[in-house]
């Protein structure tokens, strides 16, 4: 084999990373922190990630001066929090959307229904800081709604939350999926939740929370509606 071929046949040595962001690049697909990237990821490649990530997060630990070789508690510590974040706190990102099967509203249901409080956890997109609060939802159904379990809603939840987010971003990003998959006349979703980028470091209050929402359809435009939701969750 001369020189001039040889490079053809040697494995592609380009990181994953790269790999993947050219792919998103190419199509023209927005990245961001708290948007979902996993059609552009091929099978075997979160694995390749995994190592790519733990590598770097080596690195930072030794840019930190901390002695992985000698700390038996530090010496596997690159490899849990990589494996940590693309499989649980950032998993989001990378997984796509849990299987949620819709059911016609056999029964016309058109009364206010309630979900809620489901348990969130995300991360602070600015400090990756944990946040940690709870989603109250609220639908409107008419006779053309699809209806899906309880257990869907926080499925879909957290795996809205399971992205480097900020909490305004997150609460619009779940209305807008809750109402592609059940088309109701009205969705109100609340969030209320501690950011620790306030409690951890900054001004350290401990006591502030942030609580925000999203009304669509019936909720924006009937203020009993309205009303009788933000009652009955305060119950």
Same mark, same amino acid.
């Given at each position: 084999?001369?020189?001039?071929?040889?490079?053809?046949?040697?494995?592609?040595?380009?990181?994953?990373?790269?790999?993947?962001?050219?792919?998103?690049?190419?199509?023209?697909?927005?990245?961001?922190? =708290? /948007?979902?990237? @996993?059609?552009?990821?091929?099978?075997?490649?979160?694995?390749?990630? #995994?190592? !790519? *990530?733990?590598?770097?997060?080596?690195?930072?630990?030794?840019?930190?001066?901390?002695?992985?070789? =000698? /700390?038996?508690? @530090?010496?596997?510590?690159?490899?849990?929090?990589?494996?940590?974040? #693309?499989? !649980? *706190?950032?998993?989001?990102?990378?997984?796509?959307?849990?299987?949620?099967?819709?059911?016609?509203?056999?029964?016309?249901?058109?009364?206010?229904?309630?979900?809620?409080?489901?348990?969130?956890?995300?991360?602070?997109?600015?400090?990756?800081?944990?946040?940690?609060?709870?989603?109250?939802?609220?639908?409107?159904?008419?006779?053309?709604?699809?209806?899906?379990?309880?257990?869907?809603?926080?499925?879909?939840?957290?795996?809205?939350?399971?992205?480097?987010?900020?909490?305004?971003?997150?609460?619009?990003?779940?209305?807008?999926?809750?109402?592609?998959?059940?088309?109701?006349?009205?969705?109100?979703?609340?969030?209320?939740?501690?950011?620790?980028?306030?409690?951890?470091?900054?001004?350290?209050?401990?006591?502030?929370?942030?609580?925000?929402?999203?009304?669509?359809?019936?909720?924006?435009?009937?203020?009993?509606?309205?009303?009788?939701?933000?009652?009955?969750?305060?119950?």
């Amino acid at each position: 084999m001369t020189d001039e071929l040889a490079p053809a046949y040697r494995a592609d040595t380009t990181p994953v990373s790269e790999r993947i962001r050219a792919r998103l690049m190419r199509s023209g697909t927005r990245f961001h922190a =708290n /948007d979902n990237i @996993s059609a552009y990821i091929e099978p075997g490649e979160l694995d390749a990630l #995994l190592d !790519e *990530v733990s590598l770097r997060m080596q690195g930072v630990l030794e840019s930190l001066v901390i002695d992985t070789v =000698n /700390d038996h508690n @530090s010496q596997d510590t690159a490899r849990r929090v990589a494996k940590m974040y #693309l499989q !649980e *706190v950032f998993g989001g990102r990378y997984t796509e959307a849990p299987p949620v099967t819709e059911f016609p509203n056999v029964s016309h249901l058109n009364e206010l229904m309630i979900i809620g409080p489901i348990t969130v956890r995300s991360a602070c997109s600015h400090h990756l800081c944990p946040v940690m609060g709870k989603v109250w939802i609220g639908v409107m159904p008419n006779q053309h709604s699809n209806l899906i379990g309880l257990s869907k809603y926080a499925r879909l939840a957290s795996w809205i939350m399971s992205r480097p987010q900020i909490q305004e971003e997150a609460v619009k990003q779940l209305a807008e999926l809750l109402q592609e998959k059940v088309q109701p006349d009205g969705l109100a979703i609340i969030m209320e939740a501690d950011h620790f980028c306030m409690q951890w470091r900054g001004v350290k209050d401990n006591d502030a929370r942030m609580i925000n929402s999203v009304m669509h359809g019936s909720f924006l435009k009937d203020a009993a509606l309205r009303r009788e939701f933000l009652a009955l969750i305060k119950r």
